[in-house]
């Protein structure tokens, strides 16, 4: 077992669609390390390769929203990123609405989680961007969350 697999295996992660706004454009993408940093104030945090598409949007924002997806939502995952925003609209036929300062929340998210960017740094090959949280909902309660799995979810670089 590689050491990317073992990671996964035993550091489980959620998968969420991290969203954004640049003007009037959206986009999102599909991330699984997302983390609570902070208690007081309420810090979220998402790390996201500086090449994606939606790190340009949070970039012009300043804002971003962690969606939650369920388990039985992965084809919404696959859906969010496996293509490019630069190339395709993501949330052509997808249902969704805005979060208090407009960015877009997906309506069949478990819950969801604007956040303003307070910081960010860089990490590899990724940047740790870190936001506080200004909106949230439970949009489903008792609905488990989808959970990353090395082996049957988009999977990547062995290492």
């Keep these: 077992m590689g050491l990317q697999k073992i ?12 969203t954004s706004k640049m003007n009037d454009k959206i986009n999102g993408m599909t991330a699984a390390w997302v983390s609570q940093v902070s208690f007081r104030p309420r ?7 500086p090449q994606r598409y939606t790190y340009e949007f949070i970039k012009s924002s ?3 929203c962690i969606n939650t997806l369920s388990r039985d939502q992965i084809d919404l995952a696959k859906h969010f990123g496996f293509k490019s925003g630069r190339s ?7 249902p ?6 407009g960015c877009p929340v997906l309506k069949d998210a478990i819950a969801y989680f604007e956040c303003h960017v307070v910081g960010e ?5 990724h940047m740790i961007v870190i936001g506080e949280v200004t909106d949230h909902q439970v949009l489903k309660e008792g609905v488990e969350p989808l959970i990353f799995k090395w082996d049957d979810f988009f999977g990547g670089v062995e290492g």
């Excluded at 969704?96 to 300062?101: A, G, Q, R, V």
């Excluded at 740094?121 to 090959?125: K, L, P, R, V, Y």
């Design 7 to 18: 990671i996964t295996t035993y550091i489980p992660q959620g998968v969420f669609i991290v």
């Design 43 to 49: 810090l979220l945090a998402v790390a996201i390769a």
């Design 62 to 64: 300043g804002l971003f």
């Design 88 to 94: 395709v609209n993501k949330f052509e036929n997808i």
């Design 96 to 101: 969704y609405t805005y979060s208090l300062n």
């Design 121 to 125: 740094c860089q990490a590899g090959d």
